[in-house]
């Protein structure tokens, strides 16, 4: 099957959805036979044939519901018409689909729906709407009921979402957008109201904007007609041609069909349609991912290149040409100058695999050196460093679909509903069905519990503390012999050592209570529930690896499914929820100081060789500096020139005083980015990056699926982001070029051994491939370690609980950590730039309510959270959500800029910064409160009313108090 | 207050607090291996600059991890193995 640039819009609707199993039953439709699986639907069976029976109340996407009565047939031996939606094959059926006895059924059916749909529906004008096409299909000549809709002409168009509307005059009440939202998305935000001609859809009795709704997008999509349609289908009018590629914003990676209008440099996107044929979406999406691509049209959007001699200065629009020369020249200088030691590059997971490779051969042969380092180190470094160390392989053990399979889940430091939605559905769909969830984290997220799905425990595990609770969990398990002997025993090192140091007491419920905030019970009930399993899956995400003991804690994780017998199968393993679209391909990709693509060190000489032969060069021996170091180094005054590709550094890492200190003291900054960030504040260049709608390449997910991104039009900035390094490189004077990306990935499959089997035509062929690919798995690995450890036999560590240096004082008493929202992504450079700010217009603080009223705040004061190295001001919001003594915000809005507050604290083993824990204090700062908060100051730092608080606590609060009057 | 430790003090005393219950001798060795393997070239040499001084904020381990840097007493099969961080 060919993927590419498909000018074909409709994708084959099946209208129920498959069911697994062997194809033994033999099916006539119409006198054709079909062979299918024992219980498919006679509506699918008849489409396998190549016989489309009329329907309105089905779709492939949801399970059958038998509503529209359009589908009827007659069966030989079945008495009178059934719904062929709802009815499954038996072996040996035979089905007329067109008899006239149907044929009269469904024009009467039709007409019926035609009585209460109105004449000049728009959706039916622009071909938006099944209706005038199965009128015509089924035959209706006539409506002998009138025609108009008058039942619902008065009602109102909902037009509150920004991306699309609800007109209940189109709606023909077959239910499907009601049974998208509960059964796909999950979050039952649609019903039926009413009964007859009086019954509507309603998103809870609000408007869609007010209600529940997380407009994921699936009610729209699912909708037969007009009445729910995307505001963009209204004003541009249908699309006329579509490509398969690939979302760029979550780890998850769903594939979607781009739908447009034109060619070249006139197309247009209509909309984005999850694809259903996606190995990672199954055509489901986010908020994000179906509306949020705004950004990439954005006035804000800068299409030239750009120099200036002082950041001080004026930019300067300059020529492609000129720009490459400035770069070039500006590094050679500084390398001349300083060293090679002086200059590097970080690359970023926005990126595709061809471009982040790109990136890191320019540093390593361009500029000398490994001094390249990827975005990556400060999400999900320690979880390469600590899945490796256990289990030989820097990626997550499992396929999405593996949840399926799941009977527990613990989910840990990770809050999917809303960082990584369409995996959040399936996880609530298996929720549904039975799968127990513990719920380990700070706050109270939606997981624990919400429509329909309750997690059966939440521990609300104190930030810093996560060592010491995944050892308590191994320690009940190990004492109360609830391991599996057998796994442990053949297929993993250092058993006995890391049972002895387990069961030490120190490590029990009992013992780490007081650390973690876990009460004992709660603890060992997790522990055995988990050992119960049968199968127990792991799923984390960035409250497991931004913490000083990430990587620890990654092999805490892993022990935990060692101990337990929970790897190398179906619906168990460790899985860390990624960031970023590409934070898998970016670190496979080489873009690591120490190591190589495919994740070998510099230091061995047989893989040096390989890339000194096909490049070369020289490949240094010695690791280069990660992101931290560099800063620290220019701070030095040994590192002078850093080219970031699309990271928004000074946004994103911490300690914004110490990141704009250090790009202040380079010499070149270039910047390659959609838009002028914050870290272009700093720029001496600026290049003009590509969209991902303009991008052909890959991109690699969290479950290791590779799937191709293809360019939706071409890029608006006249060059592609390769074609741009391979320049800079050529022009410093090391020739680097490539016909097209394909090139480029087939360069890596020729030198990296777990993408040996990659290229672009496979995977056009295939859809996906997850690796390794190789001649042993020509297919791609859904699931990793099934008999061995790609190490050989598993590692278990002692995993020592080291606590944090950053603990909460009299001075900094509460906790700062920090995470996502489903609306906004990341620094929000794309998100903010799109109507998704509707939902998040700013970062707020969520506090506890005792905290809050310690500090007399209320929801909607403005607020100063201070720490050790800054402050900032935000709206607060009190929530239940929190634990007391912990507050939480986003990093989405620069002008909150919450990592002015964080430290430079970071994971012991990859200098992952330590996002979770901060120590802060938060004190209002609206005027009518201010006294009151001087008040609660005194208290919060023990002291008694009329006492002395200490100097620097009260010149804290009194300067703020004075800087918001 | 931390964040005004020189940068190599600072990540060597977090590799310190981490490998430190391994006891002194197994800990400098593990110690040193990760600066090895992960440190570049110019913070090795910032360390060894600071030991060669006796500055007296380092941690004794650190000093004798630095040491063991000097004499190759580190696990060469280690830092050549991946690490995927």
Known sequence: MTLLDQPALETPDHGTPPVLGEATAQVTVDGIGVLVPPGTSVMRAAKLAGVDIPKLCATDSLKAFGSCRLCLVEVEGIKGTPASCTTPCVDGMVVSTRTDQVAQLRRGVMELYLSDHPVDCPGCARGNCEMQELAHEVGVAEVRYGLGGASHLSEPVDESNPYFAYDPKACIVCSRCVRACSDIQQTFALTVEGRGFDARITPGGTDFLSSECVSCGACVQACPTDALTEKSVVSLGMPSRSVITTCAYCGVGCSFKAEVQGTGDGTRVVRMVPWKDGGANEGHSCVKGRFAYGYASHRDRQMEPMVRDSIDDEWRVVSWDEAIARVASGFLELRERYGAGAIGGISSSRCTNEEVYVVQKMVRAAFGNNNIDTCARVCHSPTGYGLNHAFGTSAGTQDFPSVDSADVMLVIGANPTDAHPVFASRMKRRMRAGAQVIVADPRRIDLVRSPHVEAALHLPVRPGTNVAFVNAMCHVIAVEGLYDEVFLRERCDDVDGYLEFIARPEHSPEATEGETGIPASDLRTAARLYAAGPNSAIYYGLGVTEHSQGSTMVMGMANLAMLTGNLGREGVGVNPLRGQNNVQGSCDMGSFPHELPGYRHVSRPEVREIYESLWGVTIQAEPGLRIPNMFDSALGGSFKGLYVQGEDIAQSDPNTQHVEAALRAMELVVVHDLFLNETARFAHVFLPGASFLEKDGTFTNAERRINRVRPVMPSRVGKDEWQVVCEIATAMGYPMSYAAPSEIMDEIAATTPTFAGVSFARLDAEGSMQWPVTDAAPHGTPTMHVGSFVRGKGQLTPTVYVPTTERANRRYPLVLTTGRILSQYNVGAQTRRTPNDTWHPEDVLEIHPSDAELRGISSGDVVELSSRVGRTELTAVVSERMPAGVVYTTFHHPVTGANVVTTENSDWATNCPEYKVTAVQVMVTTEAARAASLESVEASVGGKRGERVPDDVMATATEAMARRR | ?85
């Open chain 2, 1 to 85: 207050m931390s964040h005004e430790v020189p940068p190599v003090v600072r990540l060597g005393h977090d590799l310190v607090r981490n490998f430190e219950p391994l006891g002194p001798e197994k800990a400098a060795y593990e110690i040193a291996t990760h600066i090895r393997k992960f440190w570049e070239a110019r913070m090795r040499a910032d360390l060894a600059a600071r030991v060669r001084s006796g500055d007296p904020t380092l941690h004794p381990l650190l000093v004798r991890a630095a040491q063991d840097l000097v004499d190759d007493d580190y696990d060469r099969a280690e830092v050549s193995e991946s690490s995927g961080g």
